[in-house]
């Protein structure tokens, strides 16, 4: 073994166009190296050197020495009735996240999970009662992308374009993870890369303030907040990180963030919770929070999980609700859920992994409803 070698290999999956410029400086070679190696990587979906033709051998070969292309294993990947598709990725320390692919009319919109677990423990929520285990790293939040463009491309009936949107509303909090959610956002805008638009990649978030600021900064992507009450009292128990980040702060971080684009608007994610936060008095303190923004509301009928005292609000309920928005201007959306079935066939999974995925899986399940709005 040459000794000179770096013990572990850098991966370049996760490495956006600054980085890998960096890296390529770091290593003595042209920094333009950097948009040839992302385009192998994540245009044409490349994982060995020996195929990067237009970089020389010795490069080739330096590269295979002290890098790597390096994508987590898929599991499991399941098809539902209406198309929805999912695939259970294994991370190289065991611990397992979901990305599913939504397909609609004129889109495909695929949801990414950020963090292992979760930290903010809101009340609905089932990753919340599972705790945190980790942060992703860049390459595995961009990895979930890689995949699902690679597997949907070899099925019948999607083409390599099928994905037209990216969420980050699988499991964690994305602001709580940020630099590793940055890289992998400019990834996906990047024109070496997958050339999604600014409106078509979007990073929701409970409200982590300072790094929503950051996030205006540095880049230019779609934002949706979960908010899910429209007094302080009732989101500090939905969602504690309010207590934090109350709703005074929230709402002026919110009016700052598009405020040199005037047209874009931020979706304000509203979970239906029986006799919780669904009644029309609800509805009027909304309209007061949000007059004057620019916002659009996306309703969530809350999707139950196994010991959860929270039930989801009745139709009627929730018709009347929309109605009060709708009818004081807001553009409000009501998600039901997709791929349904896919539930039923969970049971298939077998051991350390069934445990994992099905509390993943009904997380998974509840992104599907707003998801799909995208
Ligand atoms: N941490 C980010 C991403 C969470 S997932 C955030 O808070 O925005 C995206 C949305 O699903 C959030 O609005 C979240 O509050 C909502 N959600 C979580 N659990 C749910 C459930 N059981 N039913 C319906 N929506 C849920």
Not at 65 to 76: C, D, Q, W
Not at 151 to 180: C, W, Y
Not at 354 to 359: A, N, W, Y
Request: proline letters at 4%.
């Amino acid at each position: 073994m040459n000794e000179n070698l770096p013990a572990t290999k850098t991966n370049l999956l996760g490495l956006d166009l600054e980085n890998m410029r960096q890296f390529f400086e770091s290593i003595g070679e042209k920094p333009f190296r950097a948009q040839q190696v992302i385009k192998w990587i994540h245009e044409v979906g490349v994982q060995d050197f020996e195929l990067m033709t237009n970089l020389g051998k010795a490069l080739r070969e330096k590269l295979s020495e002290i890098a790597e292309i390096k994508v987590p294993t898929v599991l499991l990947e399941k098809s539902a009735e209406d198309d929805t598709r999912k695939w259970i990725i294994q991370l190289s320390d065991g611990n397992c996240v979901e990305t599913v692919f939504i397909p609609a009319k004129n889109r495909g919109t695929l949801c990414i999970s950020s963090q292992v677990g979760c930290i903010l423990n809101c009340d609905f929520c089932s990753t919340g009662k599972q705790g945190f285990s980790r942060n992703l790293t860049s390459a595995e939040i961009i990895a979930q992308l890689w995949i699902a463009v690679r597997a949907l491309s070899l099925k019948q009936g999607f083409h390599d374009r099928a994905i037209t949107n990216v969420v980050m509303m699988g499991m964690g909090e994305p602001m709580l993870n940020f630099d590793n959610v940055l890289p992998a956002l400019q990834i996906m805008r990047s024109d070496f890369a997958y050339s999604l638009s600014k409106y078509r990649v979007t990073v929701s978030t409970a409200g982590v303030i300072p790094a929503m600021k950051v996030l205006r900064e540095k880049t230019d992507v779609a934002l949706a907040v979960s908010l899910h009450a429209g007094n302080n009292e009732l989101r500090n128990k939905l969602v504690p990180l309010n207590k934090k980040y109350p709703l005074e702060e929230l709402m002026q971080t919110c009016k700052d963030f598009f405020k040199d684009e005037p047209k874009r608007s931020i979706v304000m994610e509203y979970v239906m919770l029986d006799g919780v936060n669904d009644e029309p008095l609800h509805a009027r303190q909304l309209v007061k929070l949000l007059s004057n923004m620019s916002v659009k509301i996306n309703l969530i009928p809350f999707n139950p999980f196994p010991h959860t005292t929270y039930q989801r609000s009745t139709d009627a309920n929730i018709d009347t609700f929309q109605r009060i928005l709708s009818n004081a201007g807001y553009f409000t959306t009501v998600r039901r859920t997709r791929g349904d079935d896919i539930d039923a066939a969970c049971g298939q999974l077998v051991g350390q992994v069934q445990d994992r995925t099905r509390r993943q899986e009904r997380y998974l399940k509840a992104r599907l409803i707003e998801a799909e709005e995208f």
